[in-house]
């Protein structure tokens, strides 16, 4: 195997061979990353690990990728605690480990009141009917006949940071911020699918309801259905996961993830709100005087840091990236600000585009050094509306702490001298 390097001849095939060689010198070292061989990253002193010593993994091996099993932690992680089977339950997106803005499919959040059915497309079928001229019946086929358009949304759970309510409590991004993801659709518009219909003109709302055991329903007022909402069928590229309410879930831009009902089959147009469980009993915030604020679908601006983190703890002085996501269901994200004294000095953020509607925006504090100090680290987002992402104790002013949903909070990161970083809450 080692061959001497043949020197001076610049003829191409005998250059590549002396590449492949050992103990090549200067020159050949600067262009062997491009061939990767074993003998020159010997030379290189990286030793030859086990890995280049022999074939790797078939063509075959692997007909849909999954991640480097070195990436086996990053996974969606449920809490035990929390509710009382694990049908009716939800699991968390393991946003310590991502960057950019797009979540992949198999680590998007779920979220099931009946478990994740297993929905046959051939048979499932969408139906509208109601205040209508045309009642319609759409088989999947029909669905993928029509014109359809793609983009990127978020959808966040009006769930998400409702354990943090009183106290930090779980010491974790995935847990305190992990009832959200954001993948490109692409959907027929619901707004297409109505004018088929044809809506009679005193109707102004939807019964919008799932296929799975549940039959998890919610009312929507026309105005949104008529705006941007999707019936959508596939995401990020591929047709919808499973999970994700495989082979048709409705997306209901902005608004909390509860509404985005998933396996959807039935639409009834009507001309008053259905006053389901899930707008009732559910999905209502107890507010200070003990009435029920009702009908908050639109996620209020939010922010968090996803590194550092209390899963990524700072293990070098000096450069370190901080990074993070900000959305809101109002629009786009304008600004965000980063504080790392529990919010008395702000410095602002770079977005790093694309910045899009109701989309979750990643964003950098460039030059971050961190050098040994005790660190109160906070992002604090504003978005077009212009609104403010509130501290806790300007959000209980208003609201009072018996509140579940729509916490969206400034979380509060301290960074230990030693680099541990912990979920905890300034008065
Ligand atoms: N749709 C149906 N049919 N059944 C459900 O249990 N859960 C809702 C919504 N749509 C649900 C549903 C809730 S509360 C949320 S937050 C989102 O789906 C979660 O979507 P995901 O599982 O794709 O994250
Ligand atoms: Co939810």
């Known amino acids: 195997m080692a061959e001497k390097p043949n020197k001076g001849k610049n003829q191409p095939d005998l250059q590549r061979r002396s590449l492949i060689g050992a103990g090549l010198g200067g020159a050949a070292l600067a262009t062997s990353g491009l061939l990767g061989s074993a003998g020159n990253a010997k030379a290189a002193g990286l030793g030859v690990p086990e890995w280049s010593q022999y074939l790797g993994a078939s063509v075959d091996d692997a007909p849909y990728g999954m991640p480097s099993p070195h990436e086996e932690t990053v996974i969606r992680r449920s809490v035990e605690w929390l509710t009382a089977t694990r049908e009716s339950s939800i699991n968390f997106t393991p946003l310590y480990a991502l960057d950019g803005f797009v979540t992949p499919n198999g680590v998007c959040f779920e979220r099931h009141h009946a478990g994740a059915a297993d929905v046959d497309p051939a048979e499932h079928k969408l139906m509208i009917h109601g205040m209508v001229d045309r009642p319609l019946l759409f088989t999947m086929d029909d669905l993928l006949r029509l014109p359809r358009v793609s983009k990127f949304f978020f959808l966040e759970c009006a769930a998400n940071g409702g354990m943090e309510w009183r106290n930090a409590q779980l010491n974790s991004v995935q847990f305190t911020h992990g009832m959200v993801h954001c993948v490109q659709y692409t959907g027929v518009p619901l707004k297409l699918l109505l004018e088929e219909a044809g809506v009679k003109p005193k109707a102004d709302w939807l019964l919008v309801e799932g296929g799975d055991s549940a039959g998890m329903n919610r009312s929507l ?85 996803t590194n550092p983190c209390p899963e990524n703890p700072l293990h070098h002085k000096g450069a370190n990236v901080l990074t993070g996501l900000a959305w809101s269901g109002r629009g786009s994200v304008k600004r965000v600000d980063v504080s790392l004294d529990g919010g008395r000095n702000w410095r602002e953020a770079r977005l790093e585009g694309p910045v899009l509607q109701k989309c979750l925006t990643r964003f950098y504090l460039d030059g971050w050094e961190w050098n040994g100090e005790e660190l109160y680290i906070q992002s604090r987002a504003i978005d077009e509306t212009g609104y403010v992402q509130p501290q806790m104790t300007e959000l209980q002013k208003v609201r009072g702490v018996n509140s579940i949903y729509h916490n969206n909070s400034i979380q509060t990161w301290h960074v230990t001298k030693t680099g541990e970083v912990e979920n905890v809450r300034l008065a």
């Open 221 to 305: 007022p026309m105005a949104k259905a008529l705006d941007d909402c999707m019936v959508a069928l596939f995401m990020n590229g591929e047709r919808l996961r499973m999970e994700q309410g495989y082979p048709v879930r409705l997306v209901v831009p902005g608004f909390e993830g509860n509404m985005w009902v998933k396996w959807l089959r039935r639409i009834e147009v009507g001309d008053g709100a259905w006053q389901a469980r899930e707008e009732t009993s559910k999905y209502t915030d107890l507010m200070p005087d003990g009435r029920a604020r009702r009908f908050t679908w639109e996620m209020d601006c939010k922010s968090v840091i």
